[in-house]
Each structure stands twice: as structure tokens, then as C-alpha cells.
């Protein structure tokens, strides 16, 4: 019988080895009638012929044989299938666990792989192919972020194009106004060999070409995504040629991009593409050094392996370090494979790429530990059902089936339950992924997740599932197929393979200590949620909401735009039952806007360069709308106007920094190096939390909206009833007054600091994740312990029956079952706290402190733990308990 | 395994060739030979189905193969019969003397 596994994999998988073989074999017997009818004296070429004449032609001969193997395969198979559907059918209750279990193992691990791969394995989004893409890093001396200056762009174009096609791109969203609508988009300003080295061809019309977006011209030219054309323009064709208003500039529309592109970010997605110089105000982008704003990738040129374009470029930005030491000190270059960089394909550094992928392992570790314990569970089922079937197996075995035909036959039923599990398991990730996909993220750009199945997530699904059969369903197999058929036989319903439940009591021991790992992480990020929930913000989010907009994306210049707003703010006070408002650049749990701070009479010592610290320009009453409180000073005045001296206002921790133990009031500090102008420092505000609001308060400083013009401003309105009856109002007043301009982000504070990767996003996400999946662990162990109690309790009732018969009180009976369940626990108990802290000790490491010592989190798991294992302990408990000795005696 | 068998003719010749099979290791075109000569010429067994009938066989796990120099010394494929090839073969020749038996009284009873 092991013949026909052999020839059943040499069937499918080594078809050329049997052809060969077929071949030879009719060669061989050609050869002998040709041998045989020349020694009845026929010559040798025509002894051949009749040879071949009498075979009957050797192709014909072989595609019978051919056929006629195919056909005995697909019967055994279908065979093994269908017997295998009917035991299925049979045991409805049986099936149905297992292929929940299944797919609650694999669900989650479609879903966490999905999220890796989305993330992490697809690299550029581009409809051609991706080979050879990389991206450009550039660093140098105290600066964070890779991106590039033109100048540097330029020498490195001109020293590494031999190996690498260098191009590059600003990201920016602009208002895009046609008629009087304004829409908010994302565009990127490109060099004009961008398409040329992606690849991408035009859908309508023309692209950008190499020729243009040069320092000296202008070129007033939008191309626009393919998805955006169909949505905005309804995929109107005569669009092309015509002029819409980017920031109320005419650009002339030239072509539309081929389907499917939409830039060079997986989750962002560029609705226009324009020339790099059409970007607004860029005189100093082009002539200096020090304004690196440039987003750079690349394509390799064809046969240039990475290392030695990667080699190149460090040597070509070592020499531009030396060449122009103030303007590029110490500078670093790099290239990474863009397949590497994932969502974000210029904000990784090489040293940084172990760490990434180490985290991304992490997740997936979890989410094959949750497969793992599905396994366990699955091939407890497997085992007891194979105790159940034991006798059935046993005569089979005794009417001559041979090993390899049973254990062909317990794969085929659990083949086919992971074929289930499997598909259930991806109907539940997709889900999942849905779920997580529809969570708001507050970004700057706006987000397009996209976490969709590829061919990626079917082959890891399917290699998860292939894996989660094999470990569970052959040890089962293996023991069914071993066991003599004459004791199974002679001992009827006492099992051979139950005699031998040490091996499930082990498998139940290893997936209680696989769910104390992951609900430890679920307490873990619980904590860390509660953690951040709970950090002093320093501000009032209660009653607050924010809208933003921008009225240069709708063309206003600064004139009209300081006119709107101070036009804007008188109203929204005035409307009942505003308490307060204000504008701001920015809020906290939004990014900032940073300057090197160089306080009056103090000397940067040299070598060293003045802290960047970050800021924000505010309107008079942010303070009062914020609820953060001025502590000494005084708070921003309409009276504060670029007119008048400049002034501002620092932070607790800055007045500190900057002023130890003196009076912050009064001194002056510059942000434009140590020159003029001084600004006036008028007031300290208390500390409070900014751009992270779970972390501790940093330095900080506001500066007078009215005297450092933004256009880009939040409305911060205080309201005394609740914030989300008054959104609408305000936003219709916003509307009322300037129609054109772009208004998004109507949200209530609390909204805003939820789903902002700045608040407490990322808390929350992994707590939700944690914590399903710590209980769906549970759930699975609890299901296990159950399960082999309560089967070992059917087993063993002839010795209860005996025991009680023999005057074992039912307490004594009740404590042999739960002796039982207790070793189990315990042990489990041990070897998951023992995994849990070397996990934590390396999540610690890896996760910036999450995984830190947490005496709660373990007491609070084990506790649960041992009450739910409890719980199933008692039910088989009191059966056993139960037992009538007669009954079960005569059940013999 | 439940396999149909109305195809007398197939029938027979796999009777045929595990008989031919019985006493020794053949390759297919012994095998052939063979049949010959217990039939007394009287089949001509075709490889187009002989080749077949030896592969089926084969996956069945009636018949064992094996590659090794034939009687002049060259490479030939050997076909052997395995003892479920044995047991096929008993019940093949007890169904064909029923089939026999029963043939022989319907033909006589006229």
C-alpha cells in the first residue's frame, strides 16, 4: 500500500520521471521484438519495423497508459473524498467544532498576514512591474527624515545614473476648484522622469515628460489619476485641454494616468500629478541645499545589483559631505529595495529594517500562536473521535486495509476539514479586515487602506491550513492506523488510544500555556490603553471639537485669508451656546511644526545646534478654549499683530530649559538663528500634551496666529452643551461665509484623539486585537480541557462504577476528576508564565516599554484562568459523580 | 473497490496476464509471449491494451515492478506479482469458472 502513496505522488508531481520511464520501457520492448523477429532472419531495419508495427505505435500506447493512470488517481481520490464527506455528515456536531476552530485560527492569521503583507510585501503600487524599484534615503547631523534637496538630487542623478534612474516627488494636498467647488486633494510634484522610470503610460491624453518641471520654466500643467478623472469628471474625455484651478491657479489639464496608479504610497492616494515646478513659492527649493523637500526613488538599470548602486551612492554623499560641510554635514545616503519600505517608501533606514521586520514577525508569531492552539484543540477532537472509531478502524484494518490506505483516509477527512476551516477562516479575515479598514485614522492624508486578499494571503492561508492539518490530524492518524486491530477488538468500548491520553493531556497543557501568552498580551495593551486614557493631557477634551480648512487651497491670498478669519471668529462666538473659540496651526495629537530656538545672550557653544522645539501659532483665546492655564504673563491679545512686537508664549518645561530659576517674562528668544528678530516672551502656559498626548509634555512654545500667518487653520470651538449638535452649525457658517474654501475634519475632540495615530489609535487597535484574540485563545483551552476530562471521564466510568461500588465516597470520585484538571493547569499555568516573560522581555525591547513588568497583568490571567478551567473541570466533575455503579457495571 | 466488470473481454485478459504472471517475473513483451503460448496462439494480446492492463495493475498494487536485464542482456521493465496480486488472481479464476459453469449449462440446456 505505501506503493500507491509513492506512485500517487509520482503521478502529480514527478510526471516527467513517469513519462521517462514510459518512454523507456516501450524503447526497451521495440527493442527486444526487434530482436526477436531478426533472429527469424529478418534484417535489422525492417525486424524495427515490424516491431513498431506490431506495438501498435508507441505514442498511441502511451497516451492510453497516460489516461488510464490520471483516471485511477482521480477515482481513489474522489473515493477518499466522498467517504471522507459522508463520516463529516455523520458527526455533524464533531464538524462543526472543528471547522470553527480551524477558522478561528486561520481567520486571524488571513487577517494579521493581510495587514503584514499590505504593509510590508508589496512594495510601490505601480500597475507595471515593480523589479528593480528602490528608494533613496538621505540623512545627515540633526535631522530626522530622508528626504532630499534638489541640488543634492542633481549630483547624485548626475555621478550614480549609470546604476540607478534617480526620480523624485513632493507630496502636498492643494485644492483643486472647478466651477465653485473646491475638492481636497492629494497631487504630487514630480520630476519630469517620474513615469518615464515607473513605468506608467497615460489612460488619456499625455503625462508629465522628462523635459519638463525644470528649475527655470513653469509649467502649468495637472495630470490627473485615473480614479479621480472617473469620479470628479465623471470619465468625461473632452476634459483634457481645458483649465482648472489648483490653488486658484489656472493649470491646463494634459492627461489622465493608466488605471490602477495612484502614486507611489500603498494607503495614500494621489488624485493629480503636476510638474515639480508648479509648485507654489519654490525659489529656494531649486538653489538650496538646506531645503530638502524632494521624496526620491529609483530604478536600478538593468543587471546593476542593489549592492553595488546601494555602494555607489554612499560614497557619492560622503563626498557631498566633504564638498559642502555646512549644508550637508555628515551626510548619509542610501538605497533599500522598495519592496522593503512598504507603506511609506522614503522613511526607512537600513539599521532601522531588522526592527520593523522584527515587529511584523512578532504579530505574526502571535497569530500562529493562536493557530497553534486551534491545532491543539483540533487534534484533541481528532483523538477522541479517533477513540470513538476505533473499533471501526480496527476491522478495516482487520479486513485488510493497510496502514497507508487508513492514514490516506484520516488525511482525506481532515483535508477536507481544513479545506472548510480554510475557507471559513478567510471569510472571517476578510471581515476582520473590513472592520479594520472602516476604522477612522486622523492623518494629514487622507488614508485609503487597503488590506485585500492577494496571492499572498491565499498561499500563506493555505500553507497555514496544510500545516494545522498535518500537525493535527496525523499523530491521530498515526495512532489509529497502529493500534492491533485484535485488541481493539477484544477490549471493545475500551479504547486502546484513550488508554494513552497522556499525549492529549500534554497537547491541553501546551494550549493553556499558549492562551496565558496571549492574554497576557491582551492585559498588556488593556493596561497600556488605561495608561494612556488616563495621562494628564494638560488640556480639556470634553466639549470640544475642530474643523479645519484652508483658504489657499481655494486661491485666497494672504489679505483675503486674514480677512476671513478674522471675519470667522467673531461669528462662531456669537453663536448660542459657544462657549469659546479659537484657530490654531495645530491641536494636540496633530503633528507640529518645529524651529531651532536660540534664546537672547546665550551662545550656542560650537559643535553644538540650537534644540529644535515645536510649536504652534494660536489665535487669542486658545488657551481659554484648550482649558490650559496661563500661569504667569499673560495669554495672546487681538492687540498682538505683526505690527507690533513679536511675542510668544512658552511652556512650563521650556521657560525651564531655556531660563532655569529665573523669571521667563520678559526675555527674548529668536527661531531665525541668533539674530533679529527677537520675539518677547509674554506668558507661561502650564504643560500640557502635544503631538503624542501619551507621552510626558516636552518643551514647547506658542506663537500669535495673527503675526505669523498660516492659512492652514483648525477652528477650536467650546461649546457648553454636547460638541456633536453644534458641529453642523459651524460648519455651516464656515460654508456661509466662504463657499470655495475646503472645510474638513468636523470632529469632537475626543473623536479626533481616538482614531489619531498621535492619540490613542494605536492603543486602542491593539488592544482590540489583543484581547479578541487572547479570548478566542481561552475559549479554544477551556474547549480542551473540557474535552479531555470529560472524555477520560467516559472512559474511565466501569472504575468509577467500581470505585463507588467498592465505597469511594462521591467526593472522593469528584476529586480524582478534578486532581486531574489541576495538574494540567498548573503546568500549563507554569510553562505560559515562563513563554510570557521571555516574550515580554523581548516585546520590551522591541515595542518601546510595552512588555514591562506588569505583576497585575499575570496574577489578573491566572486567576481567569484557573476559574474558567474550573468551570469546565466541574461539569465532567459531577458526572463522574454521578455515576450509578450498577449501571456502569453492567455496561461491561 | 467496487469495480464494474461487464467488460468480459477486459476481464479476461487481465485473467490472462496474471496468469501469465503466475509462475515468473515478466516484461511486457513476455508477458505477451506468454499468453501466447498457454493459449496455444490462440491470442494475439495487443500492446495497446496490454500496456495499459499492466499499469492499472500497477497502481492496484497487483503487480510489482522492477527493472533489470532481460534474457539478451538488456535493460527491460519486469512486472512480478505481489501476494494481493496472488489473491486477485484466485478470485479471478473462481469468477471465470462460475461464468464458465454457468455459460456451458445455459448453452447446453437447449
Known amino acids: 500500500m505505501p506503493g500507491r502513496i509513492a506512485s500517487f505522488f509520482r503521478n502529480l508531481l514527478r510526471k516527467r520521471a513517469v513519462d521517462q520511464a514510459l518512454d523507456d520501457e516501450l524503447q526497451s520492448a521495440v527493442e527486444l521484438l526487434t530482436q526477436e523477429k531478426m533472429k527469424e532472419g529478418l534484417s535489422h531495419p525492417e525486424a524495427r519495423r515490424q516491431a513498431l508495427i506490431e506495438l501498435g505505435g508507441v505514442e498511441q500506447v502511451k497516451e492510453e497508459v497516460r489516461a488510464i493512470r490520471l483516471g485511477m488517481f482521480l477515482d481513489t481520490f474522489a473515493q477518499d473524498l466522498r467517504y471522507a464527506l459522508r463520516m463529516l455528515r455523520k458527526s455533524p456536531g464533531f464538524t462543526i467544532v472543528a471547522v470553527l476552530t480551524l477558522a478561528l485560527g486561520l481567520g486571524v492569521n488571513a487577517t494579521v498576514f493581510s495587514i503584514v503583507n499590505g504593509i510590508l510585501f508589496r512594495g510601490i503600487p505601480t500597475p507595471v512591474s515593480p523589479s528593480g524599484m528602490v528608494s533613496f534615503g538621505f540623512a545627515y547631523k540633526g535631522y530626522q527624515g530622508f528626504t532630499s534637496s534638489y541640488l543634492d538630487l542633481q549630483d547624485m542623478r548626475q555621478q550614480a545614473g549609470g546604476l540607478v534612474d534617480l526620480f523624485a516627488y513632493e507630496m502636498g494636498t492643494d485644492g483643486l476648484t472647478v466651477g465653485d467647488h473646491t475638492d481636497r486633494i492629494v497631487t504630487n510634484y514630480v520630476t519630469g522622469n517620474y513615469f518615464d522610470v515607473l513605468g506608467i503610460k497615460p489612460a488619456l491624453g499625455r503625462l508629465i515628460a522628462p523635459g519638463e518641471g525644470q528649475p527655470d520654466g513653469y509649467d502649468p500643467m495637472i495630470v490627473l489619476s485615473y480614479s479621480y478623472w472617473q469620479s470628479r469628471f465623471g470619465a468625461n474625455p473632452s476634459i483634457i485641454g481645458t483649465s482648472v484651478r489648483l490653488n486658484g491657479k489656472p493649470m491646463t489639464v494634459v492627461g489622465v494616468a493608466q488605471k490602477g496608479f495612484q502614486g507611489s504610497y500603498r494607503f495614500i492616494h494621489a488624485q493629480a500629478f503636476l510638474p515639480l515646478n508648479a509648485i507654489e513659492g519654490a525659489k529656494y527649493l531649486w538653489t538650496s541645499r538646506r531645503v530638502r523637500r524632494l521624496c526620491v526613488l529609483g530604478r536600478l538599470r538593468p543587471g546593476v545589483p542593489l549592492a553595488r548602486a546601494d555602494a555607489a551612492v554612499k560614497v557619492i554623499a560622503s563626498r557631498l559631505a566633504l564638498e559642502h560641510p555646512k549644508d550637508d554635514p555628515d551626510a548619509r545616503a542610501w538605497l533599500l529595495s522598495a519592496k522593503l519600505t512598504g507603506i511609506s517608501p522614503t522613511g526607512l533606514e537600513p539599521q532601522d529594517v531588522p526592527q520593523v521586520l522584527l515587529i511584523y514577525a512578532l504579530g505574526l508569531a502571535f497569530a500562529l500562536l493562536v493557530l497553534l492552539v486551534a491545532c491543539f484543540t483540533l487534534a484533541n477532537l481528532l483523538l477522541a473521535r479517533a477513540t470513538a472509531r476505533q473499533q471501526e478502524m480496527a476491522v478495516r484494518a482487520a479486513l485488510g486495509a493497510g496502514t497507508g490506505r487508513l492514514l490516506k483516509q484520516a488525511l482525506a477527512e481532515t483535508g477536507l476539514l481544513a479545506g472548510l476551516g480554510c475557507a471559513a477562516g478567510l471569510m472571517l479575515g476578510f471581515w476582520a479586515l473590513r472592520f479594520l479598514e472602516s476604522i477612522p485614522i486622523n492623518v494629514v492624508f487622507g488614508l485609503s487602506p487597503d488590506f485585500g486578499f492577494d496571492d499572498h494571503v491565499f498561499l500563506y492561508a493555505a500553507g497555514a491550513a496544510i500545516l494545522a492539518v498535518f500537525l493535527a490530524g496525523v499523530t491521530p492518524a498515526l495512532r489509529a492506523s497502529r493500534s492491533n486491530p485484535c485488541d481493539a477488538l477484544r477490549d471493545g468500548a475500551q479504547g486502546v488510544i484513550g488508554g494513552r491520553s497522556r499525549f492529549r493531556k500534554v497537547l491541553v497543557t501546551a494550549q493553556i500555556a499558549a492562551s496565558v501568552v496571549l492574554l497576557v498580551a491582551a492585559g498588556m495593551a488593556i493596561r497600556s490603553l488605561i495608561t494612556a486614557k488616563y495621562t494628564k493631557l494638560g488640556f480639556n477634551p470634553s466639549h470640544l471639537f475642530n474643523i479645519t480648512m484652508d483658504p489657499s487651497e481655494a486661491g485666497y491670498d494672504q489679505a483675503h485669508g486674514t480677512e476671513l478669519y478674522k471675519s470667522l471668529l467673531p461669528r462662531i462666538r456669537a453663536l448660542p451656546g459657544v462657549q469659546s473659540a479659537a484657530l490654531a496651526y495645530t491641536y494636540p495629537s496633530n503633528w507640529n511644526f518645529s524651529y531651532p530656538v536660540q534664546p537672547e545672550n546665550r551662545p550656542i557653544p560650537p559643535g553644538q545646534v540650537a534644540p529644535n522645539i515645536d510649536m504652534n501659532a494660536v489665535s487669542p483665546g486658545y488657551f481659554q478654549t484648550m482649558q490650559i492655564p496661563i500661569l504667569r504673563g499673560r495669554q495672546f491679545l487681538e492687540t498682538d499683530t505683526a505690527k507690533s512686537t513679536q511675542v510668544a508664549i512658552v511652556n512650563e518645561k521650556l521657560a525651564h530649559q531655556l531660563w532655569p530659576n529665573e523669571n521667563p517674562l520678559g526675555k527674548r528668544f529668536s527661531i531665525f538663528g541668533p539674530t533679529e528678530p527677537w520675539i518677547d516672551v509674554v506668558g507661561v502656559a502650564a504643560d500640557s500634551t502635544y503631538a503624542e498626548v501619551s507621552k510626558t509634555p516636552k518643551p514647547y512654545f506658542y506663537l500669535p496666529a495673527t503675526e505669523f500667518y498660516i492659512p492652514y487653520e483648525t477652528l477650536l470651538v467650546r461649546t457648553e452643551g454636547s460638541p456633536e449638535t453644534m458641529i453642523g452649525t459651524v460648519e455651516a457658517q464656515v460654508r456661509a461665509l466662504a463657499p470655495i474654501v475646503p472645510v474638513w475634519g468636523a470632529q469632537t475632540m475626543r473623536q479626533t484623539l481616538d482614531s489619531s495615530v498621535g492619540g490613542f489609535l494605536a492603543s486602542r487597535l491593539s488592544a482590540i486585537m489583543a484581547v479578541t484574540v487572547g479570548l478566542l485563545a481561552l475559549a479554544l483551552a477551556i474547549a480542551g480541557v473540557y474535552g479531555v476530562v470529560s472524555h477520560d471521564v467516559g472512559r474511565r466510568r466501569h472504575e468509577m462504577g467500581i470505585r463507588v461500588a467498592l465505597g469511594a465516597s462521591s467526593w472522593k470520585i469528584q476529586r480524582i476528576i478534578f486532581r486531574q484538571g489541576l495538574a494540567i493547569l498548573v503546568a500549563g499555568l507554569f510553562f505560559g508564565n515562563l513563554s510570557a516573560l521571555g516574550l515580554a522581555a523581548v516585546t520590551e525591547h522591541v515595542l518601546e516599554g510595552f512588555g514591562a513588568p506588569e505583576p497585575l497583568t499575570y496574577v489578573g490571567v491566572a486567576i481567569l484562568i484557573s476559574a474558567a478551567t474550573l468551570v469546565a473541570l466541574y461539569i465532567p466533575a459531577r458526572r463522574a459523580m454521578k455515576v450509578d455503579p450498577m449501571v456502569a457495571l453492567r455496561y461491561e | ?110
Open chain 2, 1 to 110: 473497490m467496487g469495480k464494474k466488470r461487464t467488460d468480459l473481454l477486459r476481464g479476461t485478459l487481465d485473467l490472462l496476464i496474471l496468469k501469465a504472471l503466475a509462475l515468473e517475473p515478466l516484461h511486457g513483451v513476455g508477458v505477451s509471449r506468454r499468453i501466447t503460448q498457454i493459449t496455444r496462439g490462440a491470442f494475439q494480446v495487443s500492446f495497446g491494451s496490454l500496456f495499459p492492463s499492466l499499469h492499472r495493475m500497477e497502481e492496484k498494487g497487483w503487480v510489482e515492478v522492477e527493472w533489470r536485464a532481460s534474457e539478451n542482456n538488456r535493460r527491460a521493465k519486469y512486472y512480478r506479482l505481489t501476494s494481493s496480486g496472488r489473491a486477485q488472481l484466485k478470485t479471478e479464476e473462481r469468477d471465470w469458472s462460475q461464468v464458465v459453469q454457468i455459460m456451458t449449462a445455459a448453452v447446453e440446456s437447449a
